[in-house]
């Protein structure tokens, strides 16, 4: 058996260049995807699209803002009426540590300057946010009051780092699960593509994030991009 990854886990930030790391990463999945026929999970190259870098970076610089207005992920953020504040996000990276030697071939000039034997390398990325996004009102509402949520935004690992990566996503996932809990709450959603057979529905259905609803964002006239949300609670 191979044997399990062991993760560290740190706020992402723009000051430690996060932003761009994400969307390298985010890059990286594409020929897994296409090579298990899911092309059309996402549209575009993210790093090609302007769109999808200021996404990227908005989501870095929120969880940045939201750190310094609530330093703590404690009851207190919550205290009135237990609804996260919609404001209010987390941005996670997965670390791992790796032997420069066993840096894998596509990250090596990336990280192979760095001083020391042993060189920590990002492996997933993972954003958390107290509101949902507008593509899925048809299943749930941006936050609700009587079942308040924390939503999971972003949810990848850098493929470039092979075998290094696998679990951080799950691992993140667990994490994003602490967090429900550490703020009170019992309900963590998400959203994913249901297409290639409902393939991600099933990632997350392993990971305890139960499909709740089924929405569709057109795309034009004859296509929409079909979407799942999921949840998960304490
Ligand atoms: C989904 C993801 C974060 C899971 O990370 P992880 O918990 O560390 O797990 P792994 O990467 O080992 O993947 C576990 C299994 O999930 C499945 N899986 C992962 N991404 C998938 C996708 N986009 N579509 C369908 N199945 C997927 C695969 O079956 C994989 O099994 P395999 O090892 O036999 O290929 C990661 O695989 C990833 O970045 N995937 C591509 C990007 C993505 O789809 N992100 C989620 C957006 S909602």
């Known amino acids: 058996m191979a044997p399990t990854n062991v993760f560290r886990f740190r706020p992402a930030t723009i000051a430690a260049g996060d932003d761009r790391w994400f969307v390298e990463a985010w890059d990286s999945t594409l020929p897994y995807l296409a090579s298990i026929g899911s092309t059309s999970q996402w549209q575009y190259v993210p790093s090609n699209l302007p769109g999808a ?17 609530y330093p703590t992920s404690s009851p207190e953020v919550l205290e009135d009426g237990a609804v996260p504040p919609l404001d209010w996000s987390k941005a996670y990276v997965a670390e791992i540590d790796v032997k420069k030697e066993n840096l894998p071939a596509a990250l090596a000039d990336k990280y192979s300057n760095i001083q020391g034997d042993v060189v920590a390398i990002p492996v997933g990325a993972m954003v958390l946010q107290g509101k949902s996004p507008e593509y899925v009102r048809a299943v749930i509402p941006e936050q609700d009051e009587k079942d308040p949520f924390i939503f999971l935004a972003f949810l990848m690992t850098d493929h470039r780092a092979g075998g290094l990566a696998k679990g951080s996503g799950s691992a993140l996932l667990n994490i994003a699960k602490e967090e429900v809990k550490k703020l009170g709450l019992k309900r963590l959603c998400g959203d994913c593509w249901r297409g290639n057979g409902r393939r991600l529905v099933g990632y997350y259905d392993g990971q305890g994030l139960k499909a709740i609803g089924d929405f569709d964002v057109p795309k034009n006239e004859q296509d929409s991009w079909e979407g799942a949300v999921t949840e998960w609670r304490a």
């Open 53 to 69: 870098v200021s996404k990227v970076k908005k989501m870095v610089t929120e969880s940045d803002i939201s750190a310094q207005k």
